[in-house]
């Protein structure tokens, strides 16, 4: 499996996994401890995600809770733009990603502020033109798989054979990235979109056979419903579910852990590093 991202001419080695700390500068986040939304408030979470050992920040200015309305570029922009600004002053190093379906805004953001990474929920299905510009762009992209939108996503969650539709969907996807010019494709399966909690569960366990794309796998369950529901809970008491979950996918081989708590994560990657160390 690929184990480097080009990062600004970098190759950054994944071969030990990389944790990238979430950054909600939405009033409407699920988990009300991520919402951040003054200049203060921004810049103090970046820090506290370099300070436990992140080293990516990925900045999210729409939120993709069920029922959560879609913004415009033009109103995401307006969100995100005087954020990144302000994180670029205060950390002008850190690997920025930004979670975003809109092409403009990708492209604003990488091109004023040198955002390093796009993180699309979409897969490039809610802006036909987003595929062409992460070609010109040439910078890291992340494929994510869902169905539907937010608001209709748990509705769709029918599947002729789950694990092969997933995979078909990521084979097709990344071909036409690749034929774009795209060479830094990540797969991230989607945990929470489009998937009954059985689904969920049932990709975490298939997650290993990810490793036939030759991409970085990222995962993302952080304090999410697969884990507050199974277990008769909240997102708020979730962090000792997301870090046996963590855990399960760094041992399956994901290359980065997208969190609210960072510091968890490391610690969960480094035990697991200890561990595995062993069988090299």
């Known amino acids: 499996m690929k184990k480097t991202i080009n990062i600004n001419g970098e190759l950054i080695d994944l071969s030990t996994p990389r944790v990238m700390g979430i950054v909600n500068i939405t009033p409407d986040s699920f988990y009300s401890g991520s919402r951040k939304q003054s ?98 762009l040439n910078i890291p992209y992340i494929l994510m798989h869902m169905r539907g939108v937010p608001q209709t996503m748990q509705q769709l969650t029918s599947y002729d054979n789950f694990i092969q539709d997933i995979f078909f969907y990521f084979s097709e996807r990344k071909a036409r990235l690749n034929l774009l010019g795209v060479n830094d494709v990540i797969i991230d399966p989607g945990f929470g979109f489009s998937k009954t909690l059985e689904q969920n569960y049932e990709l975490m366990a298939y997650l290993k056979y990810f490793h036939i794309f030759d991409e970085p796998i990222l995962v993302g369950i952080s304090r999410k419903s697969m884990i507050y529901k199974l277990l008769g809970s909240s997102p708020e008491e979730s962090l000792n579910g997301t870090s046996a979950l ?30 595995t160390g062993f069988e090299k």
């Open 39 to 136: 200049q203060g408030e921004i810049v103090a979470r970046c820090r506290q995600i370099l300070d436990e050992g992140g080293t990516m920040i990925d900045i999210g200015a729409q939120s993709t809770a069920p029922g959560s309305p879609f913004l415009t570029a033009k109103e995401e922009a307006e969100r995100l733009m005087p954020a990144l600004k302000t994180i670029r002053n205060a950390f002008p190093y850190a690997i920025l990603s930004v979670d975003t379906f809109h092409a403009d805004v990708a492209k604003q953001s990488a091109e004023e502020f040198g955002v390093n990474i796009i993180n699309d929920i979409s897969g490039g299905l809610f802006d036909d033109r987003m595929f062409g510009v992460m070609g010109k």
């Open 246 to 275: 963590n855990t399960v996918a760094l041992l399956s081989g994901a290359a980065i852990l997208r969190v609210h708590d960072v510091k968890e994560a490391v610690e969960c990657v480094k035990i697991v590093e200890k561990l």
